[in-house]
């Protein structure tokens, strides 16, 4: 079993907040679906015959693209892997609310995308307009509709918390429209500003106000209560899934399923090494026929190994396997891992369970990075 995950380097415009790795030059499509098609073709043949459970397009903006370029690479995908064929393969497409015309959802429908993650962050319309969105509450909430008119039920929406701006009721409002919408998942992240980004330049110069730690609380607990009334299953950190709905793509990362990422800034991961894609698009697009496109990779270590499933295991609501730790890494790793969480099980913030995992309580999530940081290597 193995993933793709598609990276589109494209957006209409840039959001204040954002530091992903995407330009505004659109005008570079089309040799990009080109460029892709063919690291497609050369590095597919890395996944060995496996059979590929999901296929990720996230970004930037994958919705920049028009319906015949991601038909296109589906298409490429399809002639050079072995797909899983069964229903339950999940190919989700990451869109922008502005994206989603009539015109072209009836398009997707036309191809085999079975999962819309989008990008809302907010229903509050003044934030909405100080971190750059290009669409406003009303359009989202449009942009849902038309998706689940047209059968596309299976909808994630990504919201942002501590928005500069935003009071406690206006995320409560927000999760309210969210859980209204009905929509199968959602992924609530709270704020970082990360240097470089507009969101930060305007920190720095007093025009944006980080959130307090009592509001940071306030809203994680507001959106844990409200989602797990309506149903939703707290399965990640970050993510709430309504039951049969968590993302089986990102649940492959946590669980270190082997994929390959394509494109610019796309990372890629075989079970012993990690590779990532150089995040420029003009080098990514020079790339001679018939050579690799520039990336770097690293082999990681029993040591990095370990760190990586305490970083990525952790993060779920199941906890780290310690049987399969184990099994894998051996002695050393396991009661090291257990030595290093004991103060932490003995004051009730991690629980070890009887069947050998050991997870996070809802409390402890607030703790989470210094729980990781003393359970590292
Ligand atoms: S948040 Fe999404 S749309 Fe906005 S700049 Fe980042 S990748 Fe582009």
């Known amino acids: 079993m193995a993933g793709i995950y598609i990276h589109v380097p494209f957006c209409q415009s840039r959001c204040a907040y954002c530091d992903f ?29 496996q059979k590929i459970e999901t296929i990720y397009f996230g970004g930037g903006t994958p919705s920049t693209l028009t319906i015949d370029e991601l038909s296109k690479i589906l298409r490429c995908i399809k002639e050079s892997a072995t797909l899983n064929n069964s229903i ?10 502005d994206d989603l015309k009539d015109e072209y959802v009836q398009g997707l429908l036309t191809l085999p995308i079975n999962r819309i993650s989008l990008g809302i962050q907010s229903f509050h319309n003044p934030t909405l307009r100080l971190v750059g969105r290009r669409h406003t509450a009303q359009e989202a909430i449009d942009a849902v509709l038309r998706l689940q008119q047209a059968g596309l039920t299976n909808i994630s929406i990504d919201l942002i918390y501590g928005l500069p701006g935003e009071t406690i009721d206006d995320w409560s409002y927000s999760l309210d429209q969210a859980i209204s919408l009905g929509v199968k998942h959602i992924s609530a992240y709270h704020l970082t500003y990360e240097e470089g980004t507009r969101l930060w330049r305007m920190k720095e110069l007093g025009l944006a106000q980080p959130i307090d730690e009592e509001q940071s609380v306030l809203s994680f607990e507001l959106l844990r209560e409200k989602l797990l009334s309506a149903g939703y299953e707290h399965y990640e950190i970050s993510n709430f899934a309504q039951p049969d709905y968590h993302s089986r793509h990102n649940s492959s990362y946590w669980q270190g399923t082997p994929y390959i990422g394509i494109g610019p800034g796309a990372h890629s991961y075989d079970g012993h090494t990690r590779r990532w894609n150089l995040s420029d ?6 790339t001679p026929h018939g050579e690799d496109v520039p990336h770097e990779e690293e082999h990681l270590t029993e040591d990095e190994h370990y760190d990586e499933r305490i970083i990525t295991e952790l993060r779920t609501s199941q906890g780290i396997d310690l049987n399969k730790l184990l099994t894998d890494l051996g002695e050393r790793y ?8 004991a103060p932490y099980i003995h004051r009730g913030q991690l629980i070890h369970t009887h069947d ?9 999530i607030l703790i989470s990075d210094a729980v990781m940081r003393d359970l590292l290597w």
């Open 88 to 97: 339950n393969q999940e190919i989700t497409l990451e869109a922008n609310p």
């Open 334 to 341: 396991h009661s090291y891992c257990l030595q290093c969480a």
């Open 356 to 364: 050998n995992h050991l997870h996070l309580t809802p409390e402890s």
């Open 21 to 49: 790795y995407s330009t505004t030059l659109l005008t570079h499509r089309a040799m990009y679906v080109d460029t892709l098609c063919r690291e497609l073709r050369h590095r597919l043949p890395e996944l060995q015959g």
């Open 281 to 286: 698009l003009t080098a990514y697009l020079a």
